[in-house]
């Protein structure tokens, strides 16, 4: 089945920096990438995906940019705010299958003042 | 536009009791799926409903079960508890089940006892 890395597990950035979290998947059939943001006592909150005849896509201070031979996507938040602190979750699913999404083991991004 | 309604919030169960979660999913939404997450495990898939017949299902043993109704609503069950089936678990809903952008609920946790 599938496998979803995800790096690092913990971030911290300045207010204002950018962040940038990583994934890998190992199936190739695969091609489906959301992005997911979990607050404290809340389900996780899609923020952006891609599929995978896209290479990037972008909204407002999110991207997500998709590598298809090499079997990784990333996620890029500009000009972080206390906000945007929580922990992100990378998925992907495959092809006929867009509901059971595979998880990477999230990354705690820390946005200090 | 009322999100997905996910009850009880919270529930403590002992081992070897029985326990039955509810979802409700986003009004005209009809894939419904179920993800348990640990600290350990992290995000794992359960299965998906889509016009109340089970359409996928992940690595989980028979005691955990679900059903859907006529109404989208969905409802997990699981048997015998465990110690470790201690978790939040999330129900997402979609519009229908080749549809990307699943919406996730706020979760039920469940502590065994």
Redesign the interface.
């Known amino acids: 089945g599938e496998n979803v890395e995800q790096h690092p597990s913990t971030l911290s950035v300045q207010e204002g920096d950018s962040a940038v979290i990583k994934c890998t998947y190992s199936d190739s059939a695969s091609n489906?990438f959301?992005w997911?943001k979990q607050e404290l006592?809340?389900?996780?909150?899609?923020i952006i995906?891609i599929?995978s005849n896209v290479g990037e896509k972008k909204d407002q201070r999110i991207a997500v940019t998709l590598n298809k031979t090499a079997k990784h996507f990333s996620l890029h938040i500009t000009e972080t705010q206390p906000e945007d602190s929580a922990v992100y979750?990378c998925?992907a699913s495959i092809r006929?299958?867009?509901?059971?999404?595979?998880?990477?083991?999230?990354t705690r991004l820390q946005v200090t003042l | 536009k009322a999100g997905v309604t996910q009850t009880p919030r919270y529930l403590i169960k002992t081992r070897g009791q029985q326990v039955t979660l509810s979802c409700s999913p986003i009004s005209g939404h009809r894939s419904v799926s179920w993800y348990q997450q640990t600290p350990g495990q992290g995000l794992q898939f359960l299965f998906e409903y889509f016009s109340e017949t089970q359409r996928n299902k992940g690595n989980f043993p028979g005691r955990f079960s679900g059903r859907q109704f006529s109404n989208s609503r969905s409802e997990m069950n699981v048997s015998t508890l465990e110690l470790g089936d201690s978790a939040l678990y999330l129900c997402a809903s979609s519009l229908n089940t080749a549809n990307y952008g699943y919406t996730f609920g706020s979760g039920t946790r469940l502590t065994v006892v």
């Not at chain 1, 006592?41 to 899609?46: A, D, E, M, N, S």
């Not at chain 1, 006929?96 to 999230?106: E, M, Y």
């Open positions: 489906y959301p997911y006592g809340k389900g996780p909150q899609l995906d599929r979750f998925a006929g299958t867009a509901s059971k999404l595979t998880f990477g083991t999230g």
